[in-house]
């Protein structure tokens, strides 16, 4: 008899999002993803100015909000074929760089780790032993006995006063968790560590971002980061050579740390390779231009179909036609007027239409995004394949570097395919943060030589027909491929639609009823229990889902504020 389990919401994620699953003989046999929030955005922005479009789209999320700012400004200086100073490309991409390093970071330790990491085990271990273990993993200075003693005694007076904050009600003792305890304890220490280096990664974009979350440098056209290498209140040597020296700091912990933590847990679960691969079709972007027309990248893009990489189709920038061709969005699952079959984001429509949950019907707020009718993937796993098949030497080497690690941890050969799983989004985005290392580096080089040239422009000013015209941005953010797209009309905007990760990820059912890739990657996971369904926390949580791209909350009878929340000593994106 199958049973119907439902986690709602599904925690440690940004926004609210609601799985329901029914199992069979201890396996997932249907699945039904559900995003509980509405965006809205579209219709805030109709009528506005163009240049004003990136200040709201980036409040989308309170988490990506550098992406959704990013997306946005492309896509106006898409339609206007407008060119970007070379300065201003080479901050960008320091800040996307950075950006999704603190993100990845942030998504391994502190939203999914604890899905693999037993809390409460970690009290067992012997912190000698641990050490020992963690020597023989890698070469990083903060493994050694007294600090693990130092964690663990952390630990155990959370424990025993109670109060166990973001440890609290985790499934800690579950029989799928399966890390003996020194390696827990090892994962405890650097969680704690990772809360340093994330933000060290994080303050490379408030510096060249003015602040963050929500950045305040961006413009269509450029930057409005003025560069005198003279004035104080403006970009300094001082200034860069700081950045230069926060980029450095991160590597260490990169490849000694985040890198080997995945290869230790990946190996000791190696099981999971067999989970969660779901739809292998898989798409990204062409990322970091390199220049000012926006033809020229660091990163590459493309598409994947069916996980054959010989079949690789290459999206060479964002000036081509192949990706703006192919993306389109159905309704016909979710909360809204239409049902005109798939939709083009130029002519989308954000009219809601809620019906409650339906299981053959409407059943979410997010819709079905298709690549050429097709159900895609994106996000790390997708855009690691992707600059393999494109011969992107920095992820091939990184990707290498990894699977050596992890083979050996688990005495026996990982080949690439074990990516196509739950554990594999993991693996991939750790590779990925090594790449985006480099690239920081690359970025931070390339800005320098710029402006030794004596060229110290960032901002080109925009001008707007009175005809119609229509543009995307694209960013291969965080969570995968992001696209914003904007139909202008006499200087306002006519029409805009967000086709953001998690729409591609956790979208439901298509026109075709074919299951999204949330969906499509719970079929057959194993559920030890279902009334503790920590395994569909596991295969979700790898794509490190985010839904707050949804809803603005506002009581209209009582014209006042519904709740105000003040937080106090967090940093961005850490759920404390």
């Known amino acids: 008899m199958a049973k119907r389990i439902v986690v709602d919401p599904m925690t440690r994620i940004e926004g609210h999002l609601r799985i329901d699953c029914e199992v ?3 396996r997932v046999t249907k699945a039904w993803s559900s995003g509980q929030m509405w965006r809205g955005i579209e219709l805030i922005l109709q009528d506005r100015d163009p240049r004003d479009a990136w200040v709201f789209a980036q409040r989308i999320c309170g988490v990506c909000t550098t992406v959704h700012a990013l997306a946005s400004v492309r896509a106006v200086e898409n ?3 407008l060119e970007i100073p070379l300065n201003a490309q080479y901050i960008r991409n320091l800040i996307i760089a950075a950006h999704t390093v603190h993100d990845h970071i942030v998504h391994f330790y502190h939203l999914s780790a604890l899905d693999w990491v037993d809390i409460l085990s970690a009290l067992k271990a012997d912190p000698l032993q641990t050490a020992k273990t963690a020597q023989n993993l890698s070469d990083w200075s903060m493994n050694s006995p007294q600090h693990f003693r130092e964690i663990q005694a ?8 109670g109060q166990l904050g973001v440890f609290a009600s985790g499934y800690w003792n579950h029989p799928a968790m399966q890390l003996p305890p020194e390696i827990n304890l090892l994962a405890v220490a650097h969680y704690f560590q990772a809360l340093d280096y994330q933000r060290r990664a994080n303050k490379i974009v408030s510096i060249l971002g003015s602040k963050t979350p929500h950045i305040q440098n961006l413009a269509v056209g450029g930057v409005a980061n003025p560069i005198n290498l003279d004035s104080q209140s403006t970009l300094t040597l001082e200034r860069l050579f700081y950045i230069k020296n926060l980029i450095d700091e991160l590597g260490d912990f990169i490849h000694e740390v985040y890198m080997v933590d995945v290869a230790a847990i990946g190996a000791s679960y190696a099981d999971w390779t ?7 079709n898989y798409l990204c972007v062409p990322d970091l231009p390199l220049d000012s027309e926006g033809v ?14 010989v079949r690789f189709k290459p999206i060479p920038s964002h000036k081509d036609a192949y990706f703006e061709k192919g993306v389109k969005e159905s309704t016909k699952h979710a909360w809204y007027e239409g049902d005109k079959g798939p939709l083009h984001p130029y002519e989308g429509e954000t009219i809601p239409d809620y019906t409650d949950f339906q299981d053959d019907g409407k059943y979410t707020w997010v819709k079905a995004p298709t690549f050429y009718d097709q159900r895609a993937q994106v996000g790390p796993l997708a855009n690691v394949l992707c600059m393999v098949a494109a011969g992107h030497e920095p992820t091939i080497r990184n990707l290498d570097k990894f699977l050596i690690k992890a083979s050996g941890i688990a005495g026996t050969n990982i080949p690439i395919k074990a990516l196509h799983s739950t554990i594999g989004r993991h693996a991939a985005r750790c590779v990925r943060t090594a790449v985006l290392y480099e690239s920081l580096q690359n970025q931070w080089q390339l800005l320098m030589d710029n402006i030794g040239t004596g060229d110290y422009a960032t901002f080109n000013r925009p001008e707007f027909p009175n005809h119609e015209v229509r543009g995307y941005g694209c960013h291969e953010a965080p969570r995968g491929v992001l696209s914003h797209w904007v139909v202008i009309n006499d200087g306002k905007i006519r029409n805009y639609q967000a086709v953001v990760p998690s729409t591609w990820n ?4 298509d026109d075709r009823d074919a299951l999204g890739p949330y969906e499509a990657s719970l079929i057959d996971n194993p559920i030890a229990d279902p009334a503790k369904p920590l395994e569909v926390m596991r295969t979700i949580h790898s794509f490190d889902p985010c839904l707050a791209c949804a809803i603005h909350m506002v ?18 994106g850490v759920p404390f």
């Open 24 to 26: 069979d003989d201890g």
């Open 79 to 81: 339609a206007l074929d």
């Open 154 to 161: 952390k630990l155990k007076s959370f424990v025993d006063s």
């Open 274 to 280: 067999q989970y969660g691969a779901g739809v292998k």
């Open 296 to 309: 020229t990248y660091e990163l590459p893009g493309g598409y994947i179909p069916d996980a054959n990489l």
């Open 506 to 509: 956790a979208g439901p059912r």
């Open 555 to 572: 009581d209209t009878r009582r014209q006042e504020e519904v709740v105000r929340v003040h937080a106090v000593g967090s940093q961005c």
